[in-house]
Every structure is written in structure tokens, then in C-alpha cells.
């Protein structure tokens, strides 16, 4: 069961299952559409129109590429992910759907089994979820699942009583359909989804964020679709939502752990393994309360039947491997411990916006996309740290034991779990973490006590003459390059004099150039510009520009981003900063990252406007946007945009040297533009010719035989790009750099 309103149980492999007439299943295939809820919320409502519009491209025949559509849609990016990775996989196991399904479903506004159905909640394959009242007992709101029979799921879900998994009420059967009801508390319908998709919205400034967040993530228009009665805490004991108000972020989060891993252990205790987490799977209540739902997939070691399935972007490698045809006869032992990988894939999401072994590409069928992450996962994944900081050391941990490929390496029990995360959130880890978070006022603290008992001492250890002696030996090995030995004389200038500004920025920027070949340098030099950051007369403004280089060079993209727009704040300003922006906003893929980067390229290009590596990177950018456009087959804006792309391009030629790839992007603007005027010659024929001036300077032509369905399609078939396809070429030839340091040396 679950009440999030995409919800889908497409990936229900039973015996049965697989054994159906895909004849049969034909019928139920063609044009479907996995939700058509009755929701009139906003967020919902986005959803809904994103995903017909999906919907209606498939069906017309187009070549929708998933990840670029989902893109298009920001706020609702990660539901909408999912809503068509099921619509995807529904097309490519058309034999799953079998006579399970019910030729009409009970709709809202009528009477089901004793139950008023009030409007649907979700609805997947096997089964729709409608908000209902019960008349016979006072008409009090429930959750009511329908599906063609009565699932394990009922049984497995009598037997629990936890305050972090949803109950059943009751189970009925209506004879005449032949369908069954499966009666629930009604305890809202947002999930952990919704925060998920607040965390990537929030992007750059969830390591400094409030739990706050999280409950106006699961309160925003569209994460509940009927008021809630929110359930009053007993006497003493304080109300959920002040766990929330009182704590950061990732405090929440952990809170939320805790729950979710002692729902677990509950359930582990009793031989039962969930097999299906996921965010969608943990409702969220209005108070911010998590509760595990969804229990369709899982084992009981008291029942016969086992279902093989599961989603694979949560599941643990050896569940993917049961998915293998040639295993689907001998599925793996349902273990604990596939849980605490399932848990430890939504910790590190939630915590970080990103997915560990991600991004998978939606448009790879169900067979790629588990080859592909299962090829991911060996990879292994970046620490949770390097992505969010704020996330302390013991926490981290846990969560990345759980994310262990081997089975024997991860917690060996969820009871397990729970008390590394208890260890985790002791009252001397909270003092330390308060702390870290407000360093100014441990610096102020220790330098006041200092002055006290040391001011003597003190005085003497700052003694004009040394400090500048050693700066003037620092400033001199920096320019000779000697990175290293300047590091030396500045750190002995800052130990005569700790408030000299200037050696900060110089130790900075030494570290800066030593980072070219040790990365770790690098958060050196963000340590240094934060302190010159502080005492700098001018302000903040240039250190913040650096420290977002820095973090640039370190890929955290989101930090980056954050500094450079608190350096604007400041009231620094450079085509460098704005140039290195507009790129980092441009990878985000969406309508508002277009937006943003267009902004920065525009302001770049105001302050320099012959920069040669500025025109490039807008060209660039507006070349993936006219490949969206080219997609929806809107030949004006394709026209517009290729034209404007063009003139970049041009621009970015005549003030610097002509690269190969600057001459093939020019050839595709001019290809996308004879396309939307197949009447007007001169476009495809500037096209082979930058693509001639591409091959002079290292174009390899494999490239063009991969684009001449797609980009090239309007000149694939004149004489002069045959030749060049056909050619022995293949030099590769070297992008010129396109991020540049925001601050002049």
C-alpha cells in the first residue's frame, strides 16, 4: 500500500505473474496511463500535466528522452522520475500485467464494500488507494486499497502493532467484482518523496538548512490532499513537530533514521522483511511522524508465497541478481540486511540530493538499468561528506556501512543499525556539532580567554619586523612558483602576527596552485579565504569568489553556486565569477538552471563583452536548448535559438582561436537551422563547410555518423557530409578550458 499520490506496484513478480497470457495483457498495455487522479492541488496538478504530456508523446510516436523531459519540471522532478521509470517498465514486461486486472474499477463518488470512496489517492497496476469514509463507524477517514485479491500484505500487516508502520483496520472481500479492500488509517498522503524533491530544490543550501524544511516539505500544496487530524501528544511528552523546529537538517533526518531502523528491527524480529524501500514507501504525517507502508513485496517466514521484485534504483545487489531470469527460479533468501541497503540508498539521498550510484538514465530499459547500476555500484560512491559537511563523521558512517555491496560488511542487524545511529546523536556528539556550527563564537570565547591570561605573552609573539620579513620571503617564492616554500614563510608570519589579512589570501592562493596536483589543497585554500573572508577591510566578496572556485575545481558544484551568489551579495562583481556560474547552472539540465545561467553568461558578457570563453559557453548552453526544442518540433524557436547560438559561436571565433569543437557546434546550429528552412540552401551549405574547417582542425568523424539521425538529419543525405562521414580521420582533438579562476593574480 501506498497513499503517495504516484504510487505504482508495477515490479510485483509472483509465480503467477509469470506465467500470464501477454495476449491478454496486450489490451491493458495500450495507452496506458498509470494515474488519473481526482487531485485539484497545484503540485499534483503539475505532475498530472507533466506526465499526460509524456504520455501523449509516446503515444504520438516521439523519441522523448526521459531524463531531459523530467528536467522541464524542477519542482516535481524526482515524482515524475518515477512515475515514468513504471511507465517504462510496464511497456517493456507487458506480460506482467496478465488478467489481474480488473476490466472496471470502482470510482470515486461510489460505494465499495461498505466504504464511501471520497477521491483516489494513487493507483498502479494491481491495485487503486482512495481516500473513504466508514459509515458504520461515524464516518471516520480511512485509506482503502483495492485490488483483484487479498495480498499477503494484509496478513503480514495484522501481525504488527508499531507507531512507524501503518496498520490495517480490516480486510473485505466484495464477491460480486471479485475484489478486495484492504482497510488503513488515513494518515495523509505525503511520503518522504516530497522531501526528497525539496531537497533538490533547495540544492546549495541544505547543508546550512533548518528541519524546518521537512515539514513544509510534506505541508506544501500538493503533499496532502485532505486536512489530517494530527494526533495530540500525551501529557510530558513534547509534540513531534519540535524535534523539527528545534534541530538542523540532518537531526532531522537522523531522527527520521531512528524511527524507520527501529520499524525494521521490529519487523526483522519477527522474520519479516519489508523488500520495498523506498521514499514513496514512508508516509510522512502532517506532525512530520515517518510510518513504513508498502508491505505488498514482503517475506514472511510464516507464509508459502514469495514475490520476486522491488525497484531497482533502492534495491540491494543481491535482490537485483533474483531479478536475473536465469534466477527467477531460485530468488535469494529474503535477509535483513537488503533492507538496511534499501534505507541506507534513501539516508544518503535525502542527505545529499543526489543518488549514491547515480544518475541512472531513464531511458534504458528495466534490463539496462540494473546492468548499469549494478556496474555503478562497483564503482562504489562518493562520501556522504564530500557532498553535504554538515553530516557529522559517526552518522556518515553508518550510513555508508549500510551501502556495502557485501552482505557480511553492512550492520548485521537493524537492531544494530539503531544503536550506531543512537551513538551518533549522543549529548557530547550534539555539543561538538554545535560547535562546529557556530565557530565565531568559539574563536571569540577562546580568543577573549587568551587575552586574559596571555596579553603578554602575546605582545611579544607579534613583532612588526619578523612578519613582514617573512611575508616579503613568501611573496617572493610565490611569484617564483615555489608554492610550497611560500607556504613555509606564511606560516611562520601568521604565527607573529595571526590578523595579517594579506598572508591568509597568499597562503590561499599557494594552496590554490599546489591543489592542480593535490585536490586536498584545495580545502585548504577555502580554509585560508574564509579567514581573509573575516578580517579583509574590502569585505567578503573576493575570498567568497575563490572559495567557490574551489569548490568548483572539487566538483561540489552546489557550494560553488552558493559562494559565487553570496559574493554578488557582497557586491563583487567579474566575467570570470559569472562565466564559472553560468556553467555550474547550466549542468543542472532544467528550465530554471537555463534561466540562471543565461542571467550570469548575459552579466558576464556586460562586463567583458569580447570574452572569447564566455560567448563559447552561452553557445553551448543554448545548444542543448535547441535540442529540446528540435524535439518538441516548434521549427520557429529552433530557427531563433540556432540563430542565436550561431552569433555566440561567431563572436567567440573572431576574438579567440578557432577550435574543432567551436567549428562542429557551429555546424550543428547551422544543421538545427536548415532544418526549421528546408527552403532556404545556405544553412545546410555553412554547415559543411564548418564542418570542413572542423575535420582541418582534429574533427573525428565517428561523431558525425553518431549524429546524423539526430542533429544532422537535415543534411545527412547531401554529398559533401557523406564524404566527410566516410573519411579515415580520427584525431582527437582537445576542448579549450572553460572555467577560469574569478579573481585576477
Not at 506496484?9 to 509472483?14: D, G, N, P, Q
Not at 506480460?95 to 460505494?111: I, K, N, R, T, Y
Not at 503533499?223 to 509534540?239: N, Q, R
Request: hydrophobic share 40%.
Amino acid at each position: 500500500m501506498n497513499i503517495a499520490p504516484f504510487k505504482t506496484e508495477i515490479v510485483t513478480l509472483s509465480p503467477s505473474d509469470l506465467v500470464s497470457d501477454s495476449s491478454q495483457a496486450s489490451k491493458h498495455l495500450q495507452g496506458i496511463r498509470l494515474r488519473k487522479p481526482n487531485s485539484s492541488s497545484k503540485k499534483s496538478s503539475v505532475l498530472d500535466e507533466a506526465y499526460d504530456e509524456f504520455c501523449r508523446l509516446r503515444e504520438a510516436g516521439d523519441a522523448v528522452d526521459p531524463d531531459e523531459f523530467c528536467a522541464r519540471y524542477s519542482k516535481v522532478q524526482s515524482s515524475l522520475a518515477r512515475l515514468i521509470e513504471a511507465h517504462r517498465f510496464l511497456e517493456d514486461n507487458s506480460h506482467l500485467l496478465g488478467d489481474s486486472v480488473p476490466e472496471a474499477w470502482p470510482q470515486s463518488g461510489e460505494e465499495f464494500a461498505g466504504f464511501s470512496l471520497l477521491g483516489e489517492l494513487g493507483q498502479g497496476a494491481f491495485a487503486r488507494v482512495f481516500q473513504a469514509k466508514e459509515p458504520a463507524l461515524g464516518n471516520r477517514l480511512v485509506a482503502l486499497k483495492i485490488s483483484p485479491e487479498a495480498s499477503n500484505e494484509a496478513a503480514i500487516l495484522g501481525r504488527i502493532n508499531h507507531p512507524h508502520i501503518v496498520p490495517v483496520y480490516s480486510v473485505r472481500e466484495e464477491p460480486i467484482t471479485g475484489l478486495a479492500a484492504v482497510c488503513m488509517p488515513y494518515l495523509g498522503s505525503a511520503t518522504l518523496s516530497h522531501v526528497l524533491d525539496r531537497v533538490r530544490a533547495e540544492g546549495v543550501r541544505l547543508p546550512a538548512a533548518r528541519a524546518s524544511i521537512i515539514l513544509e516539505a510534506i505541508r506544501e500544496p500538493g503533499s496532502e490532499s485532505a486536512p489530517t487530524p494530527v494526533a495530540v501528544a500525551p501529557a510530558g511528552v513534547p509534540p513531534v513537530a519540535n524535534v523539527y523546529r528545534r534541530s538542523t537538517y540532518v537531526d532531522g533526518i537522523r531522527w527520521i533514521a531512528t524511527r524507520l531502523a527501529e520499524a525494521l528491527a521490529f519487523i526483522h524480529e519477527k522474520g519479516i522483511c519489508h523488500r520495498d524501500l523506498k521514499p514513496s514507501n514512508v508516509l510522512m504525517k502532517p506532525d512530520g511522524t515517518p510510518m513504513l507502508l508498502d508491505f505488498n513485496l514482503s517475506s514472511d517466514e510464516t507464509l508459502t508465497e514469495t514475490k520476486i521484485g522491488g525497484t531497482p534504483l533502492y534495491m540491494a545487489p543481491e535482490q537485483m541478481r533474483g531479478l536475473d531470469k536465469k534466477q527467477k527460479q531460485n530468488p535469494p533468501k529474503p535477509d535483513g540486511r537488503s533492507d538496511l541497503f534499501s534505507l541506507g540508498v534513501i539516508l544518503y539521498e535525502v542527505l545529499t540530493g543526489k543518488h549514491p550510484f547515480g544518475p541512472i538514465p531513464l531511458k534504458l530499459s528495466s534490463a539496462e538499468m540494473r546492468k548499469h547500476l549494478g556496474e555503478r555500484q562497483t564503482h562504489g560512491f562518493r562520501p556522504i561528506r564530500e557532498l553535504n559537511p554538515a553530516v557529522d563523521k559517526t552518522f556518515a558512517r553508518a550510513i555508508e556501512r549500510c551501502l556495502a555491496l557485501d552482505v557480511a560488511a553492512r550492520p548485521q542487524t537493524a537492531a544494530r543499525f539503531v544503536k550506531m545511529l543512537k551513538r551518533s546523536n549522543t549529548p557530547a556528539q550534539r555539543v561538538v556539532r554545535a560547535l562546529v556550527r557556530h565557530p565565531r563564537t568559539v574563536a571569540a570565547t577562546s580568543l577573549l580567554l587568551m587575552t586574559v591570561a596571555g596579553a603578554g605573552a602575546y605582545q611579544v609573539a607579534t613583532a612588526p619586523p619578523k612578519e613582514e620579513s617573512q611575508y616579503n620571503l613568501a611573496k617572493e617564492a610565490y611569484d617564483n612558483a615555489h608554492y610550497k616554500q611560500a607556504v613555509y614563510h606564511l606560516d611562520e608570519a601568521l604565527k607573529a602576527d595571526p590578523n595579517k589579512a594579506l598572508a591568509y589570501w597568499l597562503r590561499a592562493r599557494a594552496y590554490q596552485q599546489m591543489g592542480e596536483y593535490n585536490r586536498q589543497s584545495f580545502d585548504r585554500a577555502i580554509d585560508d579565504f574564509q579567514r581573509y573572508g573575516r578580517l579583509a577591510p574590502n569585505g567578503p566578496g573576493p575570498a567568497n569568489a575563490e572559495i567557490g572556485y574551489c569548490h568548483l575545481r572539487l566538483d561540489r558544484d552546489d557550494y560553488a553556486l552558493l559562494f559565487f551568489d553570496d559574493a554578488k551579495k557582497s557586491g563583487f562583481s567579474s566575467p570570470e565569477m559569472a562565466n564559472d556560474a553560468g556553467l555550474l547552472e547550466s549542468k543542472k539540465k532544467s528550465d530554471v538552471g537555463y534561466a540562471n545561467a543565461t542571467k550570469w553568461f548575459e552579466e558576464a558578457l556586460r562586463q567583458e563583452p569580447n570574452s572569447t570563453v564566455v560567448h563559447y559557453n552561452f553557445a553551448k548552453l543554448i545548444r542543448r536548448k535547441v535540442l529540446l526544442v528540435q524535439q518538441r518540433k516548434d521549427r520557429e524557436s529552433q530557427l531563433a535559438l540556432a540563430e542565436k547560438g550561431l552569433l555566440h559561436l561567431r563572436k567567440a571565433m573572431e576574438s579567440g582561436p578557432v577550435s574543432m569543437v567551436m567549428a562542429l557546434d557551429a555546424a550543428r546550429f547551422c544543421a538545427l537551422a536548415a532544418e526549421a528552412r528546408p527552403k532556404e540552401p545556405q544553412w545546410g551549405d555553412a554547415a559543411v563547410t564548418y564542418l570542413y574547417s572542423a575535420m582541418k582542425l582534429g574533427l573525428n568523424p565517428a561523431e558525425l555518423r553518431i549524429e546524423a539521425s539526430g542533429v544532422f538529419r537535415a543534411i545527412k543525405d547531401k554529398p559533401q557530409f557523406v564524404d566527410i562521414c566516410n573519411s579515415q580521420q580520427a584525431v582527437l582533438a582537445v576542448e579549450m578550458k572553460r572555467y577560469v579562476d574569478p579573481v585576477s593574480r
